[in-house]
């Protein structure tokens, strides 16, 4: 990069950091009603058809580059937008609306020996920057939640998306100005890589990196973020089915579990299959008729013959799709050991009658969420009651599992006196 | 560094995380008197005369080298262990012995429509890594936190107390041994530098990262960490004294918020004077009295001939010390916007009797804490009631304000059901 076109990134970046904390000052006082407003009105533009041509139009031009430059059709699939997934888009926004306001919410305040009255409230982290891949409906989802939790976001999305999501942000600034505020939304509208870098160092500007996206995305921003970031990481997802474990429960759980939908991160890659479990065979036979290809020990493929044999590789990977890793253990010990070694902290489930053994398990396996006869695919923030979600944290600062809106949000300590010092 | 020396580190560095990661499955899961155990032994093991001549001993190689290195003597005093400094961490053991264990706390399980019951409880965060500067206390204060709240310590302290802390640091694994344990707890007993910046990149093996001591080391360890950092960094703190402000509760407050231990972190850096307060001059004159050096604006030079003129840089300076900046601001709005423009988002704090001011200010200022009519000195975990702290946080992701012991914790959900698939 020439010397002229690294200040013009640098000059870039800086601009945009620097606005959006200057507009935080003003969004994070904004009213329930007034930041619910503003929501209604993006629906609407939404759901306007005239809005909804430019949107598909917009679209158009970034499938049509798409195709030029040959890519996947599954790819293709995730970028096309279409008149029911807009409307779907304006219901996620309505979703949002419902839910309610996490910003001043205050927990009981407490008087001290001398008198002092101390409370704590919570308030919007300020600025949050938002890094996504292809698919363009992530713009509105996310900028959505940060709106309703008094956040100012910096969207940056894929390259492939550019004028799709241009398209969305546009109606997101439109959607402020016809409530009478200036549009306090940010959107990184060049494809340049090293803005984003840029923008990662910029920490007295920006509060909050969420990245979402595949393994690589997330391990380049938290190599280069100088801001806190708040991962949202593979789901290596363990299911360890014990010795005194109901065969029907155990393949309706794991069949759940594994094939409801294979491309999430709560979906089960590896079962651990206890020694002492009398019906091993039928649960891999079981598994098996559901298209499932598995990969397993020499014990597993022994039990059934025509199990790949599975690699050291193959137990550390998320194969969100229909492969399931299985490996025959002594007993939860070995279980136990197994998810240590390989998993992601993200989901594991026992499935047993043995009130002993699972409190053992609940209490040695640290994940994010441990779940106990039923499936790793409840790991939701809308199935755990939180409303919609910005993602799934794995990691143990600040939210672990499901982040909700309260989850954008930070604390402030109040302390009110009349004239105490300290002693 | 040469090739060969590049690998000794990063094997050392490899090893301690990894020792560190595999001890933090067994300490996680000890009792809360198990844990209690532990302390009561390591504080027994200070105060015995055996093991405290040890300790200074080790204390005066330290001291012998600083001074051959000319270190200042409020270093060498810092440095300094005595009698009573060892009775005293013993002492602040038997304080964290006191506090509530944090861990296996569980709020309300709740039952869900389709029969899961979901509860969270709070889990260690697992291995801590903690670099501190020259106060040779600061090792067991910090260690102790950590062992009480579960998680495996990784120690880094200056290289100028390496032989007092490499000391304390056996007294602690002497603990663990007399209590039937291995020793859960690290030291990292080389001064090269490269083995933090190695640290720094062992994500896999470590969960937090605490740096305890000056901006220069804060900003570096946020630079090269991948790991999640909790900062406690600069307070740059401001009270503003409104127009209707009380003389004598105005001049207490500042009076102790500036002198009472101008070197810590939450003492007044910055006072804003309302033009509209009658008693500038007063209040001015008062607090110079108690051998504070003013820099001003040029109103405040006019009010009180002989204050030093103030640059943008003093602005944006924590002093630590007996110095004082001014500047007299047309209204709130003013002071708020010198606020936002040089303040670290440590204390700010506001001397008024105007109803509607106050809760204007308080909702405005986004700050850890907001004082009102009181010091700023009170941001403080004991003084707020949390007990012993790791430090003050001024970030906004995981804890904002003193970091206790549940910060310590991270969080698992635990859901128990019979069966249960998603539909």
């Known amino acids: 990069m020439d010397r002229k076109k690294s200040r013009n990134v640098s000059d870039y970046s800086l601009n945009l950091a620097s606005s959006a904390k200057k507009s935080s000052s003003q969004l ?14 993006l629906s609407g533009l939404l759901l306007d058809p005239e809005q909804q041509k430019g949107l598909l139009h917009a679209n158009e031009r970034d499938i049509e580059f798409a195709r030029e430059n040959q890519l996947s059709s599954a790819m293709i699939d995730r970028l096309a937008l279409t008149e029911k997934r807009i409307a779907e888009v304006a219901r996620g926004v309505e979703e949002v609306v ?8 205050t927990g009981a305040f407490r008087v001290l020996e001398n008198g002092l009255r101390i409370g704590q409230i919570k308030v919007p982290l300020g600025v949050v920057l938002v890094i996504f891949e292809s698919r363009p409906n992530v713009t509105i989802d996310v900028a959505s939640l940060c709106i309703k939790s008094g956040n100012v976001a910096i969207l940056r999305g894929g390259k492939e998306a550019l004028h799709t999501n241009q398209a969305f942000f546009q109606l997101l600034g439109q959607a402020f100005l016809d409530e009478g505020f200036e549009s306090m939304a940010f959107f990184v509208d060049k494809p340049d890589r090293e803005i984003i ?36 990481d593979a789901g290596i997802c363990h299911m360890y089915v014990a010795a005194d474990a109901d065969l029907t429960m155990a393949t309706e759980i794991l069949t759940n579990a594994k094939t409801q939908r294979p491309g999430t991160c709560n979906a089960v890659e590896t079962l651990l299959l206890d020694a002492g479990f009398a019906y091993k065979r039928e649960l891999l036979e079981s598994i098996r008729q ?42 939860m010990d070995e279980a136990i ?4 070694r390989y998993g992601s902290g993200h989901s594991e489930a026992i499935v047993s009658n043995h009130y002993t053994q699972i409190g053992e398990f609940m209490n040695r396996v640290d994940s994010a969420a441990v779940f106990v006869n039923c499936s ?3 790991h939701d923030g809308g199935q755990f009651g939180l409303g919609a979600e910005v993602g799934i944290s794995t990691q143990k600062l600040h939210v672990r599992g499901p982040m909700g809106l309260e989850h954008l949000t930070t604390t402030k300590y109040l302390v009110m006196g009349n004239g105490q010092v300290r002693g």
């Open 28 to 41: 994070r006082l904004m009213t329930t009603a007034q930041k619910n407003g503003v929501l209604r009105r």
């Open 290 to 331: 559901h298209k499932v290809t598995l990969k397993g020990c020499s014990e597993s493929q022994r039990i059934l013959p025509g199990i790949d044999s599975a690699t050291e590789e193959d137990y550390a990977t998320e194969w969100l799709d229909l492969i399931l890793n299985v490996r025959v253990v002594k007993n």
């Open 98 to 105: 419902a839910l309610p306001d996490p910003v001043g919410v």
């Open 376 to 378: 790793t695919r409840f």
């Open 337 to 340: 050991a197994h998810i240590e």
């Open 197 to 232: 870098n840029e923008l990662l160092s910029l920490d007295a500007y920006i509060d909050i990196v969420v990245p979402r996206g595949g393994y690589g995305l997330i391990q380049a921003v938290t190599e280069a973020s100088r801001i806190p970031v708040i991962k949202h």
